[in-house]
């Protein structure tokens, strides 16, 4: 009997991946890699992370509720770990990418009122792969882990690659800016308009009171950031007016040189935000 176009799709998709995920993937029993490749083929076929989608898109051949039941299973398999399945993974995946300097998203999304997800990926082609993830509540602490996420996320990538981290206002600190400097990172993370930096001739003052012309942008090399630290860095502010008349102002941290190329790299940290706008974003992991 004539097969539906999706399991002739879905069927190419898992002959494609086994062969190649057999020959990536660590040792693991062969009924785990089996289920893990079925997991992949679904969540590719389908463009998603929502478990039902996935079921649905899935080589699976029972009824809807227990393919989803299937899926819960898979994902919830003690063998298939970040760190023995999806690592192994992204290493190749960075072995193969000529050497350049790699820049890495960090930014957070929620999933309605349930929990929100601090993310950090690698910001490449209008999206950011997703390399390491914390779940917690809605009014949970996230810093202190996502610091300590950091060095496995520095373990994936090459000897001698440059990275450097673009982070929004929530990332900005001094303890996460130590953290990157430590591995050898830099840094172009955006500061809360009410941050407070040295300026040379006007002492203490905030950001958004720096005087600034429309269309304009400054750099203010080696100047202290935030009273209670020690930190000196370059601060860099540019405003721009757009069509409608609106005027929106940019106050970047950064222990590069400060230049317009600042601004054009730091613009890259939107493809995180585009990556949780995607079907398969991660607020919908547990969908």
């Known amino acids: 009997m004539p097969q539906s176009a999706s399991v002739y799709a879905m069927s190419s998709a898992l002959e494609s991946l086994e062969l190649w995920l057999a020959q990536q993937l660590p040792d693991l029993e062969a009924v785990a890699r089996h289920r893990f490749t079925q997991l992949v083929a679904g969540i590719i076929e389908q463009q998603s992370l929502l478990l039902r989608q996935i079921a649905a898109a899935s080589p699976f051949q029972a009824e809807a509720v227990s393919n989803f039941t299937q899926v ?15 690592y192994p993974l992204v290493r190749q995946l960075l072995a193969h990418i000529p050497p350049a300097d790699a820049y890495v998203t960090i930014d957070q999304t929620c999933h309605t009122d349930l ?3 601090v993310v950090i990926g690698w910001a490449s082609d209008g999206v950011s792969l997703p390399f390491g993830f914390l779940i917690y509540p809605t009014n949970g602490a996230w810093a202190e882990d996502a610091r300590a996420l950091v060095p496995q996320i520095h373990a994936l990538f090459p000897a001698g690659q440059t990275i450097t981290l673009l982070a929004d206002r929530a990332y900005a600190s001094d303890a996460l800016i130590a953290a990157v400097e430590a591995l050898g990172w830099q840094y172009l993370i955006r500061l809360q308009e009410d941050t407070l930096i040295q300026h040379p001739d006007a002492g203490w003052v905030a950001v958004r009171n720096l005087r600034q012309r429309a269309q304009r942008q400054r750099f203010f090399p080696d100047v202290r950031i935030w ?10 502010l540019s405003r721009q007016r757009t069509a409608d008349g609106r005027t929106t102002s940019w106050y970047v941290v950064t222990n590069l040189v400060g230049d317009r190329t600042c601004f054009l790299a730091y613009a890259c940290r939107w493809w995180q935000a585009c990556t949780h706008k995607l079907p398969y974003c991660m607020t919908c992991s547990f969908g």
Request: hydrophobic residues 30%.
């Open 72 to 86: 819960q299973r898979i994902i919830r398999d003690t063998r298939l770990t970040l760190e023995q399945v999806y």
């Open 227 to 236: 009273k209670g630290a020690t930190r000196t860095a370059t601060v860099c």
């Open 115 to 117: 929990y929100n997800v």
